[in-house]
């Protein structure tokens, strides 16, 4: 995976220091990795809705009132929604691969969905795609992936890695 997303930047990219949003928009699978990872990692784990008024919802009544949790992270790690959810593939999000049918949603969905979406994607490909074009990073082994749930998610202790200059990127 990290070979593949470094040469995309490098393809895309190069040693530009100002990324373009058409830039961006090529950087698709950069975009996969960013989308597999809210998968397994939601920053926002779920949210949940009042029902309104009286429904029935995949064969089950639902009384008006009635608070719905929706949980992404849940979601996102069944094996009915996701083949191998534990897997770490951003293939899944490939272009032509089918889409998930209400079984994704980092951002949540319909029209009270977060926001800042659009914003924060491009953010963080801005930031992972400058950090590719740059740095070299390995993973210091012997760390837990435990998270931190205080309602986002953070990771518990950190990612801590080895971080060198990429040898023709020195800038
Ligand atoms: C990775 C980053 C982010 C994630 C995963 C995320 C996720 C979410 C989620 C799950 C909700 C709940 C929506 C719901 O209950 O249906 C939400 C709401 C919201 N988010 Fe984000 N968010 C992110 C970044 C941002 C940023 C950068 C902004 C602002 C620039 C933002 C602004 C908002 C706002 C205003 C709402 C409330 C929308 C409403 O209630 O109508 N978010 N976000």
Avoid: W
């Amino acid at each position: 995976m990290f070979p593949r997303v470094q040469k995309e930047v490098d393809a895309v990219i190069g040693m530009k220091q100002q990324i373009s949003y058409d830039d961006l928009g090529e950087l698709t699978y950069l975009s996969q990795v960013l989308k597999e990872t809210l998968r397994l990692y939601p920053s926002a784990p779920g949210t949940h809705r009042e029902v309104v008024e009286d429904m029935t919802a995949g064969g089950y009544n639902v009384p008006g009132g009635a608070i719905l949790q929706f949980d992404s992270y849940v979601c996102g790690r069944m094996d009915k929604f996701f083949e191998d959810p534990l897997r770490f593939d951003p293939d899944r999000f490939h272009p032509d691969a089918p889409k998930p049918y209400y079984t994704y949603y980092p951002f949540s969905l319909g029209p009270r969905a977060c926001l800042g979406q659009k914003f924060a994607q491009m953010e963080a490909k801005v930031v992972m795609a400058k950090l590719l074009q740059r740095f070299e990073f390995s993973l210091v082994p012997g760390q837990s992936f435990d998270i931190l749930d205080t309602g986002t998610l953070r990771p518990k202790s950190g990612v801590v890695c080895s971080v060198t200059h990429r040898e023709n990127h020195k800038m």
